[in-house]
């Protein structure tokens, strides 16, 4: 059995939010979103730390 992991780039998280990429590296630095680096310029986001970003944002 394999487990599908989906990641995303910032661009990409920052259309599904409707905000600005800016926005999104913000939220990365402060550890609000959950990332991983791959490289000093490279950046993914698990899909499950997107809906736990949104999942918290709505339970506020």
Known sequence: MTVQ???????EVAKMLRVKK???YEL???RKL???RLSERRLRIPEAAVNEY?????NK
């Open 54 to 58: 949104i999942q918290k944002e709505m």
């Open 28 to 30: 990365v630095a402060t």
């Open 5 to 11: 992991l989906k990641f995303y780039t910032a661009p």
């Open 34 to 36: 959950k990332a991983v």
């Open 22 to 24: 800016a926005y999104v």
